[in-house]
């Protein structure tokens, strides 16, 4: 049988393929190392976390020679208890012998004025002002006097011209003495002066002599102030301003409130008119209270800005 030769084997044979370079190797190589040094590295991290607290305590050593060391010459001023050789005895050391100079120890401290607590310092005493004379005892004295000139008899003068006198003429009153209010007496003739007092003329009849009031009474004031004319709501035009003090069952009420608030308010209720204005309201009739006289808006709001500040209503509005 005849053999049969094939003449396709070449086609199935491959070229040789190259061997792995030399900078592959390399690379391999150093991967390795570094990943076994890692390896080792994290062993002897953990060795050393283990230890640390046996083998690793810090310790802190200590310098050499005293830590603080007073200079020879310090320098600066001596205090006058320094140097002295009483003071060794105190701080437990022992006396020193006997220096050639001896100087004693400074004098003590004297303390000052302001140093001194207030139980030293001398007494004050404070004078009490007189009374001032009561208004019933002036008046009382005021009409005294003026009988006393009206009946022409003696020369008489109040205690403060009396006072004078004494003081020009050199005359002093004894120890203890204290003279009245109405006390008078005689100017000498030596006194230079007028020497005749003129008769003063007769008191017209008919003619009241005023009590004399000194100080302030106990009574409050009352400040009368006029309600101002009331004026028709129907007489006003559009555009009016106004200011609404609130809303009243009835007229009466709405005229008292008026009077309490200008009684409260008089300053400011000088030249407004009352306004007393029915409406009906949900089938209910009722009395608005407003108050007239304003010249534009800003005046309106001031004037209720002080009435809310003292708790009153108030409120600024526009007759449409």
Not at 23 to 29: K, V
Not at 133 to 159: K, N, V, Y
Not at 258 to 268: A, I, K, N, T
């Amino acid at each position: 049988m005849a053999d049969i030769d094939y003449f396709e084997e070449e086609a199935y044979a491959s070229a040789p393929q190259p061997g792995p370079s030399r900078f592959g190797i390399l690379a391999n190589w150093m991967g390795a190392l570094i990943s076994l040094g890692l390896i080792l590295g994290m062993i002897v991290w953990a060795w050393q976390l283990t230890m640390r607290d046996v083998t690793g305590v810090p310790v802190i050593r200590a310098l050499e020679g005293a830590m603080r060391v007073a200079p020879e010459t310090p320098g600066g001023s001596q205090a006058d208890h320094q140097g002295l050789a009483v003071n060794r005895i105190a701080e437990g050391q022992e006396a020193e012998p006997a220096a050639e100079r001896i100087v004693l120890a400074p004098p003590p401290v004297e303390l000052a004025e302001i140093d001194l607590s207030s139980a030293s310092l001398p007494e004050v005493t404070t004078e009490v002002a007189p009374e001032a004379p009561t208004p019933e005892a002036a008046s009382e004295a005021t009409l005294a006097l003026i009988d006393r000139l009206m009946e022409g008899g003696e020369d008489t003068a109040p205690e403060a011209e009396t006072g004078q006198a004494d003081a020009s003429a050199g005359t002093a009153t004894e120890a203890g003495a204290t003279p009245g209010r109405n006390a008078f007496v005689t100017i000498p003739i030596s006194v230079p002066g007028v020497r005749n007092s003129p008769r003063p003329t007769s008191r017209p009849e008919g003619v009241q002599v005023a009590m004399l009031t000194t100080g302030t009474t106990d009574a409050t004031p009352v400040i009368q102030v006029s309600a101002g004319a009331e004026i028709d709501p129907d007489s006003l035009t559009p555009g009016t301003r106004l200011v609404q003090l609130g809303a009243f069952d009835d007229e009466q009420t709405a005229r008292a409130e008026w009077d309490r608030l200008s009684q409260g308010f008089p300053d400011f209720f000088v030249g407004r008119s009352r306004i007393v204005q029915p409406a009906i309201s949900g089938g209910r009739e009722f009395y608005r209270l407003r108050a007239h006289g304003f010249v534009d808006l800003s005046d309106a709001r001031r004037f209720c800005t002080t009435l809310l500040a003292q708790g009153a209503a108030c409120i600024p509005v526009t007759v449409r």
